[in-house]
C-alpha cells in the first residue's frame, strides 16, 4: 500500500515508516522539517520538504495515488502551548484542516491520526479509558482534541475511514531511528543525557504530588509497539475491515501500568549503571498527576498487544540509541 507519512522524519513518525517498509509498504514522506530530521527518513524512501498547510505540495503527492494517510505533523510542547496557543491552533488545527481537504479532493479515504492522552486532561479515573471526560489542561491537548473532532465530522459527511491513537508516553527507540527533540522536555530522554554526562542533573517538576512517592506517575509505552498500533489502525481503516468508510475510532495507547518520576530514575540507573544526580524543582504548568492508559479496546477490537511492556527494556532502547547518536 502506498502511504503518505506526514510528520514522518520525527521521533514516532520516522520509527512507523520503517515499520511500513518491514511489512512491504511504500511510504512517501513529507515533513516540513520544523522539528524533525532529514535523516531520519530511511534513504529508500521518498522524502518531500514541505507543509501540510501547503496545498500544492500535498495534492500533488496525493495525486500520484496515494492509499492511505498517517498524520504525525504537529507541535507537541505542552509548556510551550500555554505560551502560544495561537501556534498550536493554526499549526496543528489548521494545517490538519488543510490536509483533510487535500485528501477530500484527491478522493485519499484513510487516515491514522496521532492523538494523545493529554486530550483527557486531569483524569476522573484510572486507567483511562476512551469513554472517559475529556478536557485538556493545555492548548496542545485542546488543539489534538479539535482535530480528533474535526476528523469525525468529515468521516461522517464525507466517507473518511480514521483512526485516532491517543498516545500515553512513548519512548525507547528501534535500533537507527529513536527521540532526538530539541529542546528535549521529555523524561527519559533527558535522564539518560544525564547518564551519559551531557546534563549535569534531572530537574524532577515536583515532589509534592498525592501520589506513593509524591513524584508523577505515567504509562510508558515502547515506540515499537507503537508503531505495530499503526499498522493495525491502517488496516482497520481498510474497506473490508468494520471501520469501513465513514467510520472514526479512538484507541488509547498505553501498557496500562504507571511509573513514577523516581521509578523511571531508578530503572535508568539500573539500566546505565550510573548515579544520576536529581534536583527537586516545582511543578510543571500542566502536568496532571496520574495518566495510565486503559488499551482494552485496542486489544479487543484490533488484536495489539505490546511486546516490549517492561520499564527496563524501554529504557535500555532508549540507552542503547543515546549511546550511537550522542
Ligand atoms: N519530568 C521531570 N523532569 C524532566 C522531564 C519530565 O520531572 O526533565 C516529569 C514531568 O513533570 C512529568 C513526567 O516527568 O511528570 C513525564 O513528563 P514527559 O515530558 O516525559 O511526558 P508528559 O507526561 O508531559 O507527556
Known sequence: MRVLVVGGAGYIGSVVT???VGEGHEPVVLDSLATGHRD???????????????????????????????????????????????????????????????????????????STSSTYGEPES????????????????SSKLAVDMMIRDESRAHGLAAVSLRYFNVAGAVADAGERHDPETHLIPNVLR?????????????????????????DYVHVEDLAAAHLLALDATGSRSR??????????????????????????????????????ASRREGDPAVLV???????????????????DQIVADAWAFLSDHP
Not at 87 to 113: H, I, P
Request: charged share 20%; aromatic share 6%; with cysteine.
Open 18 to 20: 520503517r515499520a511500513l
Open 40 to 114: 531520519a527518513v530511511p534513504a529508500q524512501v521518498e522524502f518531500i520538504h514541505a507543509d501540510i498547510s501547503q496545498p500544492a505540495a500535498v495534492t500533488s503527492v496525493l495525486s500520484r495515488g496515494v492509499d492511505a494517510v498517517m498524520h504525525f505533523a504537529a507541535l507537541s510542547l505542552v509548556g510551550e502551548s500555554v505560551l502560544k496557543p495561537e501556534l498550536y491552533w493554526s499549526t496543528n488545527v489548521g494545517g490538519t484542516r488543510c490536509l483533510l481537504d487535500a485528501m477530500r479532493a484527491a478522493k485519499v479515504q484513510r487516515l491514522v491520526f496521532s
Open 126 to 141: 484510572v486507567p483511562i479509558d476512551e469513554l472517559a471526560r475529556v478536557d485538556p489542561t493545555s492548548p496542545y491537548g
Open 194 to 218: 544525564v547518564a551519559a554526562g551531557l546534563s549535569p542533573e534531572v530537574v524532577l517538576f515536583g515532589d509534592d504530588y498525592s501520589t506513593p512517592d509524591g513524584t508523577c506517575i505515567r
Open 243 to 280: 471501520l469501513g468508510p465513514g467510520g472514526h475510532r479512538v484507541f488509547n495507547l498505553g501498557n496500562g501500568t504507571g511509573f513514577s518520576v523516581l521509578e523511571v530514575v531508578e530503572a535508568a540507573r539500573r539500566v546505565t549503571g550510573k548515579s544520576i544526580p536529581l534536583r527537586v
Open 293 to 311: 492508559a486503559s488499551s482494552r479496546r485496542i486489544q479487543t477490537e484490533l488484536g495489539w498487544s505490546p511486546r516490549k511492556p517492561g520499564l
